[in-house]
């Protein structure tokens, strides 16, 4: 008998403790909204590069004509330049 | 018979006698349908033109029409030969003056679209000949319909060629204004080095032509002048040594005049041309004797070449190239056998089995000779058929040292090139069978096998003395064959006898 009433004592006292554990964790107190993220910091704007003179973009590299392509051009002409000219520009006014 | 006459001589100088000669059609060669060969053919007489009723010209067209009458010259036409005298552009035209006007536009447009020639007038070795033109269709059309400026600008040749004739027509004229150029002594030759008091002389010369040169400077003959002596000599197609000895001067002391002459008559020649050109094409011109291979448009192969010495002068053609002979026999025309071989044999008996002739014998006439294949045989390694009147063609030499040349025209009329095997790997390319190996194959020996072309291959044998070149620069020859002035005075420029 004295067995039970010390168990049914001890299980009190747990109860007890947990009850007094758990208030001290203060379950009930309303869960905070996350922190929003601090605002960053704006960075001053970079400071301009000193200019640097930049040189144009070189003139495309006249295309290398070997000499035998540059005889083959110069027969070419002597046997007839047989490309066609484009057309003239249309007229403006009907004539 | 006339000097063009188509006398026994000049038919069959390098006579193929194809049907003859003993080609052995092997296991190479190819039976191909043969399209039929592109050959100018002399145009008929024209027919009589269907009447045409042309409009009247409106005051606008008049003055347009009246400004390309008198602008003729820029095409090397002579404005007087079809704008009406006593036009004045802004009056209103009588019945008579439109007339006038009218015929003479038709005259202006046969003319700068043809040429000048008469049909009947053209010798028969010049047989690149524009086909009939009749202008009035086409002029009432173009006048019906509001568009004559764009009409009469369509007519002259479109080809550039032409075009940097007309540019350089414009040219010298310009420098025929400002009074030419004088004449050079001659003298010892000028090098550079040289201290000669010419040499002042022949600076300015240059400098009307070649806007490189300084018209000013010393008396002593220095690089910059040495160069600018070999660009003229590229522009007249001589040695471009530097040294200018009696016969670059022969080039230089020609009067402007003359060069505008030169410009008028190949411009003439021009407008014989067809309107278009097949992309892939082999162009000559014997004049400059040069051969150029285009393909797509593109001149891809060009060399040297042999052409016609004057009086067998390779005639003007256009047809195909239908086959590639590979170690060709020649069988000798009858003219050159009597002319030059049997004499050497008289002279020096032996001499024609010496160099591989065999004689054959001919049932009721003088016998025939045919050198054999081989690497004596006076047609080479490489012969290009294509059909013509004249039995001429484009064949390999065994006497290379003619290329060295700069005035080659030492022929019989035919054309012999300078690279034949590079022409006969071209024109073969694509051909499984005539590969590199097979073609080396076969000049192991003397086999003669003809290699006929899966598609034909235009040629335009032309003659040209004066034309724009590759450097902008108005480039002329010294018409070997004297056909500027044949020309000229056929198309009435020049008074029979005159010198151009």
């Known amino acids: 008998m004295l067995k039970k009433v010390l168990w049914i004592a001890a299980a009190c006292a747990a109860v007890l403790v947990a009850l007094a554990v758990s208030r001290s964790l203060d379950f009930d107190k309303p869960v905070e909204p996350a922190q929003e993220p601090a605002p960053a910091v704006e960075a001053p704007p970079p400071a301009p590069e000193p200019k640097v003179e930049v040189a144009p973009p070189p003139p495309p590299a006249p295309v290398q004509v070997t000499p035998e392509e540059q005889q083959i051009e110069d027969d070419a002409a002597a046997t007839g330049m047989t490309t066609i000219e484009p057309d003239p520009p249309a007229e403006a006014p009907p004539t | ?500």
Not at chain 2, 36 to 59: G, N, Q, R, W
Not at chain 2, 223 to 248: F, H, M, S
Not at chain 2, 372 to 384: E, N, V
Not at chain 2, 444 to 456: I, P
């Open chain 2, 1 to 500: 018979m006339g000097a063009y006459g188509l006398r026994g001589g000049r038919i069959g100088r390098c006579l193929a006698l194809a049907s003859l000669a003993p080609l052995a059609l092997g296991e190479f060669a190819l039976a191909q349908p043969q399209s039929p060969p592109v050959l100018a053919i002399p145009p008929a007489a024209a027919p009589a033109p269907a009447p045409v009723e042309i409009p009247a010209l409106t005051p606008e067209q008049a003055q347009v029409a009246l400004k390309a009458l008198r602008d003729a010259d820029l095409h090397g036409l002579q404005p007087k030969a079809y704008a009406p005298e006593g036009l004045a552009e802004a009056a209103a035209l009588t019945t008579a003056q439109q007339a006038a006007l009218t015929e003479g536009l038709i005259r202006y447009a046969h003319d700068v679209r043809v040429g000048r020639m008469e049909p009947d007038k053209f010798p028969s070795l010049w047989q690149v000949r524009p086909a009939a033109y009749d202008p009035r269709p086409e002029l009432a059309k173009a006048l019906a319909e509001g568009r004559l400026q764009a009409w009469l600008d369509s007519l002259p040749p479109r080809y550039s060629g032409y075009a940097a004739l007309k540019r350089g027509l414009v040219r010298y004229r310009e420098i025929a204004a400002e009074g030419g150029w004088n004449t050079i002594a001659e003298g010892p030759k000028m090098e550079l080095g040289a201290s000669d008091p010419r040499v002042a002389a022949l600076r300015a010369r240059l400098a009307v032509e070649d806007p490189q040169v300084a018209a000013t400077g010393g008396a002593v003959f220095d690089k910059p002048l040495q160069e600018a002596v070999i660009r003229a000599q590229r522009r007249y197609g001589l040695k471009p040594d530097g040294v200018v000895g009696n016969n670059t001067l022969a080039y230089l002391n020609q009067p402007v005049g003359q060069r505008i002459l030169q410009i008028i008559a190949n411009m003439e020649r021009w407008r014989w041309m067809p309107a278009t050109m097949p992309a892939t094409r082999v162009q000559v011109n014997a004049g400059a004797a040069i051969v150029t291979l285009f393909r797509d448009e593109k001149p891809v192969l060009s060399m040297k070449a042999v052409s016609g010495k004057p009086g067998d002068e390779t005639p003007m053609l256009v047809s195909s190239i239908h086959s590639v002979v590979i170690n060709p026999p020649w069988n000798v025309p009858s003219g050159i056998a009597q002319r030059e071989l049997w004499p050497k044999e008289r002279a020096n008996p032996g001499y024609l089995a010496r160099n591989g002739y065999r004689i054959i014998p001919v049932e009721g006439g003088q016998p025939r000779l045919q050198q054999a294949s081989g690497d004596q045989s006076a047609l080479g390694r490489f012969k290009f058929d294509f059909d013509n009147p004249f039995a001429v063609y484009l064949h390999d030499t065994p006497s290379k040292g003619g290329f060295d040349l700069y005035a080659r025209q030492a022929s019989h009329g035919c054309v012999r090139v300078e690279k034949p095997r590079a022409l006969a790997e071209a024109l073969l390319n694509g051909d499984t069978t005539w590969t590199t190996e097979a073609i080396d194959k076969q000049l192991e020996g003397d086999k003669t096998v003809r290699a006929r072309l899966s598609t034909q291959v235009s040629v335009y044998i032309l003659y040209w003395t004066a034309f724009g070149g590759a450097d902008g620069q108005m480039h002329f020859r010294s018409d070997p064959y004297n056909w500027d002035r044949e020309l000229l005075q056929r198309v009435g420029v020049l008074a029979s006898g005159t010198k151009v």
